[in-house]
């Protein structure tokens, strides 16, 4: 541990090396600690809440050898940091060299910004408390103001001068050696044999003035583009369940032998036939075959929202986390993420109100799949309308779904928004007109992810038409293209 009668000047680090807490980005905060030991307590728990392992010395979890001494164990630890926020206030804390007025603060700064320039970081972020740089600027003024107006007296030695100008006060413990090193930290030397050499102006050298803990954490956010981890876990969860989901209402492509294919697909003939008012009493024609397509989609999918996950999305909705902030009417609203996120969840609900104990419907079911139907192309079968709305709901809201889940998928992945912009739902049972269907054949990987992916990215491009898939089809299979069989003799 640190001692701190000794180290009053402390750091902190922050790192993204695989030697960090479960890989996460490192921080090594550098600053005071008498005088900043509220705020650096603030920093660390913001951090880690935030998904960093933020390092403070003050700290048990500070990674450390037990056998080197305390200065030397925090210089060495800012090469395993990924940022060095170095924090400047009123007090100098542990000397390093007092003769050559070296905080043990500043040495860590020094330190790390050596690094950054060979190594690329750990990259500084440096705040300095406003009240020091509004005095630093007044003792300049006093400093110019001594040397035009009282350099020539006698009885004001440049010695007196400059123990005026440096003068402790509340504000400054040792005025010096902390507005020397805010100028270290500007840079400011460098920059003037720069500009008066034609060299290269220093990097990294910005000051950040703070006041209150919300300014720094608005710098973090804007430079660390920090997303909380409850954001990026809802996110990842959901994105979890999408796969699944769109495992389970996919089969695998036996046409293609590639990937996987929405099941929904099998109905979509018999769907889009129907028109009209779906819920008069009329009879409907269908062929055996798509009766038993009919039949066989309802008895494999009739009950499988009961089994699909609702959990992530039902939190994500509730959390709030895909709110957004409009300061006009100060409230929150939806943003097209959380609009989606309760679509689906309605639409999950729906799906799972399919299933259930109907025996008119079983009966049906089992009549439209008896042996043979399947290839019964020529046979026609009259049948109530009514009887065929549970598949017609069930078609929609398998299709629903997975434009939903593609879409949210796509942007939780990316933020690509195009394919939300472009979809088009089925409300209830209705009978406007769908897309017939995607020009790009399915990913050959058959996990839900890369489904979902290519269902958004062909979402985003629009319907087409079967005579376009199929040329897709065949573009993509060469091997697979159909040919013309010659006719019999």
Same mark, same amino acid.
């Given at each position: 541990?640190?001692?701190?009668?000794?180290?009053? +000047?402390?750091?902190?680090?922050?790192?993204?090396?695989?030697?960090?807490?479960?890989?996460?980005?490192?921080?090594?905060?550098?600053?005071?600690?008498?005088?900043?030991?509220?705020?650096?307590?603030?920093?660390?728990?913001?951090?880690?809440?935030?998904?960093?392992?933020?390092?403070?010395?003050?700290?048990?979890?500070?990674?450390?050898?037990?056998?080197?001494?305390?200065?030397?164990?925090?210089?060495?630890?800012?090469?395993?940091?990924?940022?060095?926020?170095?924090?400047?206030?009123?007090?100098?804390?542990?000397?390093?060299?007092?003769?050559?007025?070296?905080?043990?603060?500043?040495?860590?700064?020094?330190?790390?910004?050596?690094?950054?320039?060979?190594?690329?970081?750990?990259?500084?972020?440096?705040?300095?408390?406003?009240?020091?740089?509004?005095?630093?600027?007044?003792?300049?003024?006093?400093?110019?103001?001594?040397?035009?107006?009282?350099?020539?007296?006698?009885?004001?030695?440049?010695?007196?001068?400059?123990?005026?100008?440096?003068?402790?006060?509340?504000?400054?413990?040792?005025?010096?050696?902390?507005?020397?090193?805010?100028?270290?930290?500007?840079?400011?030397?460098?920059?003037?044999?720069?500009?008066?050499?034609?060299?290269?102006?220093?990097?990294?050298?910005?000051?950040?003035?703070?006041?209150?803990?919300?300014?720094?954490?608005?710098?973090?956010?804007?430079?660390?583009?920090?997303?909380?981890?409850?954001?990026?876990?809802?996110?990842?969860?959901?994105?979890?369940?999408?796969?699944?989901?769109?495992?389970?209402?996919?089969?695998?492509?036996?046409?293609?032998?590639?990937?996987?294919?929405?099941?929904?697909?099998?109905?979509?003939?018999?769907?889009?036939?129907?028109? +009209?008012?779906?819920?008069?009493?009329?009879?409907?024609?269908?062929?055996?075959?798509?009766?038993?397509?009919? +039949?066989?989609?309802?008895?494999?999918?009739?009950?499988?929202?009961?089994?699909?996950?609702?959990?992530?999305?039902?939190?994500?909705?509730?959390?709030?986390?895909?709110?957004?902030?409009?300061?006009?009417?100060?409230?929150?609203?939806?943003?097209?993420?959380?609009?989606?996120?309760?679509?689906?969840?309605?639409?999950?609900?729906?799906?799972?109100?399919?299933?259930?104990?109907?025996?008119?419907?079983?009966?049906?079911?089992?009549?439209?799949?008896?042996?043979?139907?399947?290839?019964?192309?020529?046979?026609?079968?009259?049948?109530?309308?009514?009887?065929?709305?549970?598949?017609?709901?069930?078609?929609?809201?398998?299709?629903?779904?997975?434009?939903?889940?593609?879409?949210?998928?796509?942007?939780?992945?990316?933020?690509?928004?195009?394919?939300?912009?472009?979809?088009?739902?089925?409300?209830?049972?209705?009978?406007?007109?769908?897309?017939? +269907?995607?020009?790009?054949?399915?990913?050959?990987?058959?996990?839900?992810?890369?489904?979902?992916?290519?269902?958004?990215?062909?979402?985003?491009?629009?319907?087409?038409?079967?005579?376009?898939?199929?040329?897709?089809?065949?573009?993509?299979?060469?091997?697979?293209?159909?040919?013309?069989?010659?006719?019999?003799?």
């Amino acid at each position: 541990m640190v001692d701190l009668a000794q180290r009053d +000047g402390v750091e902190e680090p922050l790192k993204e090396t695989t030697t960090g807490a479960a890989g996460k980005p490192r921080v090594f905060v550098s600053s005071t600690v008498r005088d900043m030991g509220d705020l650096r307590s603030a920093l660390k728990w913001w951090f880690e809440q935030n998904g960093y392992d933020a390092q403070l010395s003050e700290y048990n979890d500070f990674e450390k050898p037990l056998i080197q001494h305390s200065y030397q164990a925090c210089i060495d630890a800012i090469q395993n940091a990924d940022y060095f926020v170095l924090l400047i206030g009123s007090r100098v804390g542990g000397w390093l060299d007092r003769d050559a007025k070296v905080s043990i603060t500043r040495a860590e700064y020094r330190k790390a910004y050596e690094l950054f320039r060979t190594n690329g970081k750990p990259v500084p972020i440096t705040f300095v408390r406003r009240a020091i740089l509004d005095v630093r600027e007044d003792r300049r003024g006093l400093e110019r103001l001594l040397s035009a107006e009282y350099s020539d007296r006698p009885d004001l030695s440049e010695e007196d001068r400059a123990k005026l100008v440096a003068h402790p006060s509340k504000l400054l413990e040792d005025a010096d050696a902390i507005l020397s090193f805010v100028d270290e930290v500007s840079r400011a030397a460098e920059a003037e044999r720069a500009r008066l050499g034609g060299l290269p102006f220093p990097v990294a050298n910005w000051i950040h003035a703070f006041d209150r803990f919300s300014e720094l954490v608005s710098v973090f956010e804007r430079e660390l583009r920090v997303r909380p981890v409850r954001g990026a876990s809802l996110a990842a969860n959901v994105r979890a369940d999408l796969d699944v989901i769109a495992r389970e209402l996919c089969m695998p492509d036996k046409k293609s032998k590639r990937g996987l294919i929405a099941a929904y697909n099998y109905v979509a003939p018999f769907r889009t036939r129907l028109s +009209g008012d779906l819920t008069a009493s009329v009879e409907v024609e269908l062929s055996g075959e798509e009766l038993a397509s009919v +039949g066989a989609f309802l008895t494999m999918f009739r009950n499988i929202g009961a089994w699909l996950p609702k959990r992530a999305v039902r939190e994500a909705v509730d959390s709030g986390e895909f709110l957004e902030w409009v300061p006009e009417v100060h409230g929150y609203r939806p943003t097209a993420v959380h609009a989606m996120l309760r679509r689906l969840e309605r639409e999950l609900v729906l799906l799972e109100r399919c299933a259930g104990d109907s025996p008119r419907l079983d009966e049906l079911v089992k009549h439209w799949t008896r042996p043979g139907w399947r290839k019964s192309k020529t046979e026609r079968v009259r049948t109530d309308l009514i009887d065929l709305l549970p598949a017609a709901h069930l078609h929609d809201r398998h299709q629903n779904v997975l434009d939903l889940a593609a879409a949210l998928y796509s942007v939780l992945l990316s933020g690509d928004l195009e394919a939300h912009g472009r979809l088009s739902l089925w409300e209830g049972v209705s009978t406007r007109a769908k897309r017939k +269907g995607f020009a790009e054949w399915p990913p050959a990987e058959r996990d839900g992810g890369s489904f979902l992916l290519w269902r958004a990215s062909a979402i985003a491009k629009g319907p087409t038409d079967k005579k376009k898939i199929e040329k897709a089809r065949k573009a993509d299979n060469p091997e697979k293209a159909r040919t013309k069989r010659p006719k019999k003799s």
